[in-house]
């Protein structure tokens, strides 16, 4: 397992130039304007807004001068017909990363059931974004095996310029995910998922629903129980991810891990996660 004892590169460095993860739901105008100007925003599909919002939200985030990575879910597209005209909307955009998850809808709404359906749909029509980003599991799924997650990412990796994390609070489940998907060949950079500042409670529930229980009984164990009852209510109530931040930070110049940068998921709450991250900066 990784050891954290030393550093050659601070929290500053990895904290300069995160991605800031935002939904493109009603407060997506106003969450935007706290970001730093010029800031890469990865921007969300909705299974109940579907991908036209994300490309109405992308528009928006790039009149206003962000680096725009929308989300193209694999199942809320209809086919190679409509990811052709997606594609075409994003890079007259100038548009030159997407991110492709599966999606969160439990029935496809076309020919594509997998993210790996939609990277090969990508190959078969003639637009080429520079970069394509796939999800990592640093904890695994809930309904897929460790199995099944191997060779998935083993099949999307050669489509692929960079893995982005599901968020994560233990930052040593991070590193070893890292070291095995290293072990199996898989050599992309890795943008860590790391979760913003928020409330504990919504946090938990927001944790539980997108399956990273182990993280949560990290967060418990780390200095106990009675430690985690304090420390929420030391913090008035309000997670802040410096622990991951300080488990991370040693590794963040190792080859080995490759760690690009950091994936903050926002939840579209951004002025209190950039105040804490300008005060690390500070």
Same mark, same amino acid.
């Given at each position: 397992?990784?050891?954290?004892?030393?550093?050659?590169r601070?929290?500053?460095?990895?904290?300069?130039?995160?991605?800031?993860?935002?939904?493109?739901?009603?407060?997506?105008?106003?969450?935007?304007?706290?970001?730093?100007?010029?800031?890469?925003?990865?921007?969300?599909?909705?299974?109940?807004?579907?991908?036209?919002?994300?490309?109405?939200?992308?528009?928006?985030? &790039?009149?206003?001068?962000?680096?725009?990575?929308?989300?193209?879910?694999?199942?809320?597209?209809?086919?190679?017909?409509?990811?052709?005209?997606?594609?075409?909307? +994003?890079?007259?955009?100038?548009?030159?990363?997407?991110?492709?998850p599966?999606?969160?809808?439990?029935?496809?709404?076309?020919?594509?059931? #997998?993210?790996?359906?939609?990277?090969?749909?990508?190959?078969?029509?003639?637009?080429? $974004?520079?970069?394509?980003?796939?999800?990592?599991?640093?904890?695994g799924?809930? $309904?897929?095996?460790?199995?099944?997650?191997?060779?998935?990412?083993?099949?999307?990796?050669?489509?692929?310029?960079?893995?982005?994390?599901? +968020?994560?609070?233990?930052?040593?489940? &991070?590193?070893?995910?890292?070291?095995?998907?290293?072990?199996?060949?898989?050599?992309?950079?890795? &943008?860590?998922?790391?979760?913003?500042?928020?409330?504990?409670? =919504?946090?938990?529930?927001? #944790?539980?629903?997108?399956?990273?229980?182990? #993280?949560? =009984?990290?967060?418990?164990?780390?200095?106990?129980?009675?430690?985690?009852?304090?420390?929420?209510?030391?913090?008035?109530?309000?997670?802040?991810?410096?622990?991951?931040?300080?488990? +991370?930070?040693?590794?963040?110049?190792?080859?080995?891990?490759?760690?690009?940068?950091?994936?903050?998921?926002?939840?579209?709450?951004?002025?209190?996660?950039?105040?804490?991250?300008?005060?690390?900066?500070?």
């Open positions: 397992m990784a050891q954290t004892t030393s550093t050659s601070d929290s500053t460095t990895l904290l300069a130039d995160p991605r800031y993860e935002l939904m493109p739901f009603d407060t997506f105008g106003d969450q935007i304007k706290h970001l730093p100007d010029g800031a890469t925003v990865t921007i969300t599909a909705s299974p109940q807004l579907g991908i036209e919002r994300t490309i109405e939200a992308t528009e928006e985030a &790039v009149e206003q001068g962000f680096e725009a990575v929308p989300h193209v879910s694999a199942r809320y597209v209809r086919g190679d017909d409509h990811l052709a005209e997606i594609a075409e909307q +994003l890079t007259e955009l100038g548009v030159d990363d997407i991110f492709v599966g999606g969160d809808r439990e029935e496809p709404i076309g020919d594509y059931e #997998s993210a790996y359906d939609l990277l090969q749909g990508l190959e078969r029509i003639d637009y080429d $974004f520079e970069d394509v980003g796939i999800t990592g599991y640093p904890e799924h809930d $309904f897929l095996s460790d199995e099944t997650l191997a060779e998935s990412m083993d099949n999307k990796a050669p489509y692929a310029t960079y893995i982005a994390t599901q +968020l994560c609070f233990d930052p040593n489940a &991070v590193l070893e995910w890292i070291e095995e998907i290293r072990a199996r060949g898989v050599d992309l950079p890795v &943008v860590v998922g790391i979760p913003g500042v928020m409330k504990y409670s =919504r946090l938990l529930s927001i #944790s539980r629903k997108v399956g990273v229980g182990d #993280s949560i =009984r990290f967060l418990q164990k780390t200095n106990g129980i009675i430690g985690f009852l304090r420390q929420l209510i030391g913090s008035r109530g309000n997670y802040t991810p410096d622990a991951l931040i300080d488990g +991370l930070q040693p590794h963040a110049d190792d080859p080995e891990y490759n760690i690009q940068s950091l994936h903050i998921y926002t939840f579209n709450q951004v002025p209190d996660t950039e105040s804490w991250r300008k005060g690390r900066l500070n």
